[in-house]
């Protein structure tokens, strides 16, 4: 187990990266370990509404860049994971069946999940942003979990979705972007982290 300091330690490293050490590169091994962090990250009903796409193509990056609100970090990362929240799979009956199957629980059981899960997804406004919602969790993961082996990253939501998604080649009708998080290691020292205090968010109900 990690002390409660030493994680609270790495939750003050991990800050919004504006600009990447463009001669660090990640290895291979800690960048299959996020990408690692991030597929075992928990969505709602297992769903696993994500992909993502690791870029690595510093072309890709530079056309990206200008889509992006112009921000520096997308060229001078190392990696740029797009993540892709897949709406159209989610909603897809072969898909959904298939993935409360695989809990190896009986038929009736399955049956039962899958009613559920259909009355909720028909309740939805849109399923479209429930599933970009759970892309965020897998960016919570990707960016804390980086933090932990000392690498930088900053999630990104400043940029242009259409331009991007055409850029990217991703079939909106049946995918969207969520964001992306970008992944390197820092030149600047970090800037102060600002945090209203614990009792303004934090309720205890006893
Ligand atoms: C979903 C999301 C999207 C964000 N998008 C951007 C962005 O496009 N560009 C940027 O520089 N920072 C972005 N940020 C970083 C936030 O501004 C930053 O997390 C916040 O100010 C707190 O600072 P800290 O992360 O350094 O502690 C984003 C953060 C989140 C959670």
């Known amino acids: 187990m990690i002390d409660q300091e030493s994680l609270l330690d790495i939750l003050h490293f991990r800050h919004a990266c504006k600009l990447f050490d463009e001669g660090k590169k990640i290895s291979k091994d800690n960048l299959t370990f996020i990408l690692e962090t991030a597929r075992l990250s928990p969505s709602s009903f297992g769903m696993e509404h994500w992909r993502f796409i690791?870029?690595?193509?510093?072309?890709?990056?530079?056309?990206l860049r200008p889509l992006c609100w112009d921000q520096p970090q997308i060229t001078t990362c190392d990696a740029l994971v797009a993540i892709v929240a897949k709406h159209e799979l989610v909603s897809t009956p072969s898909y959904y069946e298939a993935m409360f199957a695989r809990r190896g629980l009986g038929a009736d059981v399955v049956q039962v999940y899958i009613q559920k899960y259909e009355n909720?997804?028909?309740?939805?406004?849109?399923i479209k942003a429930w599933s970009q919602k759970q892309c965020y969790l897998a960016a919570s993961n990707i960016m804390n979990y980086s933090a932990m082996i000392g690498i930088d990253s900053c999630p990104i939501e400043g940029f242009e979705r259409e331009n991007v998604e055409k850029a990217l080649g991703i079939d909106t009708t049946k995918e969207s972007m969520a964001l992306f998080v970008a992944l390197g290691y820092r030149v600047n020292p970090q800037t102060p982290k600002y945090r209203l205090a614990f009792d303004e968010v934090v309720e205890f109900i006893e």
């Not at 690791?54 to 056309?63: S, Y």
């Not at 909720?120 to 849109?126: G, K, M």
């Open 120 to 126: 909720y997804i028909n309740a939805l406004p849109s």
């Open 54 to 63: 690791v870029i690595k193509n510093q072309e890709l990056k530079e056309t």
